[in-house]
C-alpha cells in the first residue's frame, strides 16, 4: 500500500482520534473557546527571540496575562528574556516544560521557527491549552490539517500569527470586496520582492555548534544537518526546505490572508509554479506560483491567483491591467473585479482603480483590534479571535500546497483537499508531510503513529 493511502486512510477514519495523546499531562484545567473567566491567564511562551520577543511582549501587555515559562534553545536568548520575567519558569526543551508545568500552563505561545510549530502546537492542544502560533501554521500541509482538526475537537482557542489580519487597512479591504465595491473578482495578483530563498549548494563550512545554543533541539522534528554559523539560527532557516517555506510561505500568509478571506476561498484546485528546478537543500529564490480556486459568492465561476517573489518581483502595471505608470508597491496583491481593481499595498489602504470612477467612494468604517489581546480576550472568555485555526488551516494548507508545487515546476498539481492527495502526481503526495526525527514523534502527527490507528 503507498505511503499517502495509508495516511488518507487515517484522515478519513482516525482524525476524530487526532491529540488525544497520553502526555502524562494533567488537563483539569482546561481552557476552552467559550468557557472560564479567569483572573489571570497563565502563559508559556516557546521562542522567545526574534518575533518571539515581539510576541511575549504584545502578549505580555495585556493586564490578564502572567507570563509563567519561557522556552528558548539559545540558552543566551533565555537568559536575557528571563532578566525581564523573573517569576517565569525557564526551559530549552518545550516537552519537559510541558510534563513539569502541567496545569500551571493555560495559554502557550508559540514564535520558533516554522518547523517546530507543529509539534510544540499540537503538544499544547493535545494537553488541553488554547494557542497563538506564528505564521505559517505550520511547515507541512497535513501538519496543518491535524492541527486544525485537533483544536476543533478540543474546542480550544486558537489564533495564528498573522497581526496584520486585525489592522484596519485589512479589515476595511474585505469589507470593501465583501460589499462588491469592484463587482465579482477573477484574479488576484499578489507579489513580494523578497527573497527568502537560496540557489546554491549545502551550506558550509560546518563548524562547532556553539554552547550556548541547543542545536540537537533546534532541528527538533526536522532532519538533522551540521550546524553552519549564521546560516540557519537565527532567521535564516526560511530560505531552506527542512526548516522553512520560502517566500511564499513566509510572505505569501501575510499577503494572501486579505484575498483568501475576502473572498472567502477554500481548497485550491490545482496549483503550478514557474521556478528552477529543485535541489533539495533551498528555496528558490525567485517563484511564479498560479492557483486556481473554486467560485465563491465573490468571485467569477473561477479564481486565479498568481504570485511572484524574489528580487524585482514587482510586476509591470501594464501587465496586471492596470495604466501604465502606476506605481506599485514592492509587496502587495491586486484584486481584479467585474467593474474595477482593488490595489493593496503591504502595508496600507487600498487603492481603488479606476480612480475617477471612485473617486467619490466612501470607505467603510471599521474597528480597530489588538491581534494578541484578542486571543487572551478569548482565552479568557471574551470574544472570539479572528485568525483560529479553522482559517488559519486552509489558508496555510494552499500555501503550503504550492511549496511542495516547487518541488515539480511546470507541473499542474491537481489538489483533492478532501483526502489531503495530489490525484496526478503521485511523487508530490511523499511532500505533504514527513517522517520526525527519532526521538521527536508527536502523536497526531508523524506518519508511524498516525496509521496505528
Ligand atoms: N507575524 C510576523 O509578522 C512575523 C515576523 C517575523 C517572523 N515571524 C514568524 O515567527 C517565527 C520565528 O521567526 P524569527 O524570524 O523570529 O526566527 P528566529 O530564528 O530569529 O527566532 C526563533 C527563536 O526561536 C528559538 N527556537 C528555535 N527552535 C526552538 C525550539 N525548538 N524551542 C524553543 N525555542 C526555539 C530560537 O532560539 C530563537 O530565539 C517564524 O514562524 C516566523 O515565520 C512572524
Known sequence: MSYHLHRRNFLRAGSALVGTASLGLATSRRVRASSLTLEKLRTVHIGVGGMGGSDLNSVASHDHVEVAGLCDVDANTLKSTQARFPSARGFADFREMFSEMGDAIDAVVVSTPDHT????????????????????????VFESRQLRLAAAEKNLVTQMGTQIHSHPAYKRAVRMIQDGVIGKVSQVHAWSNKNWGYDGTEPQPVAPVPDYLNWDLWLGSAPEKDFVPKVYHP??????VDYGTGTLGDMGVHIFDTPFTALALTAPLNVVTNCRQPTGVGHPEKNQVKYVFPGTEFTTDQLVWSWY????ATPEATSVGLPAGTPLPGQGSLFVGEGGQMLLPHIGEAVLFPETKFKEYQRPEVGSDNHYHQWVDACCGKGKTSMGFELAGPLTEALLLGVVANRFPGESLEWNSRDLLVTNVDAANNLLQRDYRDGFEVDGLTPALAGSR
Open 117 to 140: 510549530h507543529a509539534p510544540a502546537a499540537m503538544m499544547a492542544i493535545a494537553a488541553g491549552k488554547p494557542v497563538y502560533c506564528q505564521k505559517p501554521l505550520t511547515h507541512e
Open 235 to 240: 532567521g535564516n532557516w526560511r530560505k531552506f
Open 309 to 312: 517573489d524574489g528580487q524585482n
